[in-house]
């Protein structure tokens, strides 16, 4: 089967059946070649229906988990949206696929530097990374319309809620070291309104305002 039928039994079998609905979201899903940002002896499992490694003992997330979060954000393609936790760079370029300008940060420089490298062989112009501690936020470009941690938190790291823009949306997997709940946190002039969503299971956010040491 060619990589283009697998992301489309992707869609249909693994997004559609559990819910996400958002049409922008699945014809991204359907678009990004999520084989190329793994590496090429896991390109025929990359479209099955888990996290894969990405080396550095870090993952690529679940496309299931991808297309949740991105769902949870509510693009409509004119957002300035920042990411926290780059990793293989995969969730960078779905967003990219649905919002003006995607800032996506990664602690570990050997992961962005791959990203970086995918990102220009790719052609996405509207990504930009940079390598620092992501619980700090990007406040040279801030204030952000949307914001996604793409790692496991103890709490909301505080610098994010101050980078997110008045009707802005934050997405997290907030929790324990192992286990996780999405948190979606939507700020208006009058303060902020959590909901809960899907259980998640994240490698750790490690930052000021994330855990502490090395997994
Ligand atoms: N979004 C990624 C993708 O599409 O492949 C998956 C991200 S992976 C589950 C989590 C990433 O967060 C790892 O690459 C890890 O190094 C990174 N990370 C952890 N703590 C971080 C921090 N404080 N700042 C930036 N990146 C961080």
Same mark, same amino acid.
């Not at 992301?7 to 609905?21: D, F, H, N, T």
């Not at 769902?71 to 995969?90: A, D, P, Q």
């Not at 420089?109 to 490298?117: N, Q």
């Given at each position: 089967m060619e990589f283009k039928? $697998?992301? @489309? $039994?992707m869609v249909e079998s693994q997004l559609i059946p559990r819910g996400i609905r958002d049409k922008r979201v699945l014809d991204a899903m359907r678009r990004v070649p999520r084989h190329l940002f793994v590496d090429d002896s896991m390109q025929h499992i990359a479209?099955?229906?888990?996290? $894969?490694?990405i080396g550095e003992g870090q993952t690529i997330s679940q496309p299931y988990m991808v297309a949740v979060m991105t769902e949870l954000l509510e693009l409509h393609?004119? @957002?300035?949206?920042l990411e926290i936790g780059t990793g293989s760079g995969y969730q960078a370029a779905v967003l990219a696929e $649905?919002?003006?300008?995607?800032?996506?940060? @990664?602690?570990m420089p050997i992961l962005a530097e791959r990203a970086e490298t995918k990102f220009q062989d790719l052609f996405y112009r509207?990504?930009?990374v940079r390598v620092g501690d992501g619980t700090l936020?990007?406040? @040279?470009e801030a204030p952000f319309d949307r914001i996604i941690i793409?790692?496991?938190s103890p709490a909301v790291p505080e610098p994010l809620i101050q980078q997110l823009s008045i009707d802005g949306i934050l997405v997290i997997p907030v929790g324990s070291?192992?286990?996780?709940q999405l948190l979606r946190i939507r700020k208006t002039k009058d303060g902020t309104a959590e909901e809960y969503h899907t259980p998640c299971v994240f490698v750790p956010l490690i930052g000021t305002y994330g855990w502490t040491g090395d997994q």
């Amino acid at each position: 089967m060619e990589f283009k039928d $697998l992301r @489309e $039994l992707m869609v249909e079998s693994q997004l559609i059946p559990r819910g996400i609905r958002d049409k922008r979201v699945l014809d991204a899903m359907r678009r990004v070649p999520r084989h190329l940002f793994v590496d090429d002896s896991m390109q025929h499992i990359a479209y099955d229906d888990m996290a $894969l490694p990405i080396g550095e003992g870090q993952t690529i997330s679940q496309p299931y988990m991808v297309a949740v979060m991105t769902e949870l954000l509510e693009l409509h393609g004119k @957002e300035k949206v920042l990411e926290i936790g780059t990793g293989s760079g995969y969730q960078a370029a779905v967003l990219a696929e $649905l919002a003006r300008e995607v800032y996506t940060i @990664e602690r570990m420089p050997i992961l962005a530097e791959r990203a970086e490298t995918k990102f220009q062989d790719l052609f996405y112009r509207n990504i930009h990374v940079r390598v620092g501690d992501g619980t700090l936020g990007w406040s @040279e470009e801030a204030p952000f319309d949307r914001i996604i941690i793409t790692a496991g938190s103890p709490a909301v790291p505080e610098p994010l809620i101050q980078q997110l823009s008045i009707d802005g949306i934050l997405v997290i997997p907030v929790g324990s070291r192992y286990s996780q709940q999405l948190l979606r946190i939507r700020k208006t002039k009058d303060g902020t309104a959590e909901e809960y969503h899907t259980p998640c299971v994240f490698v750790p956010l490690i930052g000021t305002y994330g855990w502490t040491g090395d997994q």
